[in-house]
């Protein structure tokens, strides 16, 4: 139940020819307090209710545990979402050892495109692809729960 990611912004779409699956996610938070955020989402036809403890200091540890639900019950807890209701496609794509998952985000995160990769230990070793960009693990800015509340097109 310990999650361990780094997270990265996207210099280029070169991603999308070297993925091997995409899901379109539509997500809102029962609660984003960053102490322990509340998520529901729903992934292709699937829901998942998910809570997220707070981050160490580096952000790239925090607990998180996940259940799948139906999707009607995800529409339902939707409904009673906080305002700013996450859209994006999840690209997946394997680099070595690892798997990224890309997120292309849209309407208010609209150009916003962020990569995490999830690892067994904060230090161990992975292959940066060529569109990977600067690294933003950490960053409360680029995380869902902040989105939804701050959107990316805000921002400049």
Same mark, same amino acid.
């Given at each position: 139940?310990?999650?361990?990611?780094?997270?990265?912004?996207?210099?280029?779409?070169?991603?999308?020819?070297?993925?091997?699956?995409?899901?379109?996610?539509?997500?809102?938070?029962?609660?984003?307090? =960053?102490?322990?955020?509340?998520?529901?989402?729903?992934?292709?036809?699937?829901?998942?209710?998910?809570?997220?403890?707070?981050?160490?200091?580096?952000?790239?540890?925090?607990?998180?545990?996940?259940?799948?639900?139906?999707?009607?019950?995800?529409?339902?807890?939707?409904?009673?979402?906080? =305002?700013?209701?996450?859209?994006?496609?999840?690209?997946?794509?394997?680099?070595?050892?690892?798997?990224?998952?890309?997120?292309?985000?849209?309407?208010?995160?609209?150009?916003?495109?962020?990569?995490?990769?999830?690892?067994?230990?904060?230090?161990?070793?992975?292959?940066?692809?060529?569109?990977?960009?600067?690294?933003?693990?950490?960053?409360?800015?680029?995380?869902?729960?902040?989105?939804?509340?701050? =959107?990316?097109?805000?921002?400049?």
């Amino acid at each position: 139940m310990l999650e361990i990611e780094r997270k990265f912004l996207v210099k280029s779409d070169a991603f999308k020819a070297e993925a091997f699956r995409e899901n379109e996610i539509k997500q809102g938070y029962l609660n984003s307090n =960053p102490e322990r955020a509340v998520r529901v989402r729903i992934k292709d036809d699937v829901g998942f209710l998910t809570i997220k403890g707070k981050s160490d200091e580096s952000g790239t540890t925090r607990f998180e545990w996940e259940k799948q639900i139906s999707r009607e019950e995800a529409e339902a807890l939707l409904k009673l979402s906080e =305002p700013g209701m996450i859209s994006k496609i999840r690209y997946e794509v394997k680099a070595g050892a690892h798997i990224y998952e890309v997120d292309q985000f849209f309407e208010d995160n609209e150009g916003l495109i962020l990569a995490e990769i999830e690892l067994q230990s904060a230090t161990e070793d992975f292959e940066k692809p060529n569109w990977l960009g600067e690294e933003v693990t950490g960053d409360h800015r680029y995380y869902n729960s902040q989105l939804s509340k701050n =959107p990316f097109k805000l921002w400049k």
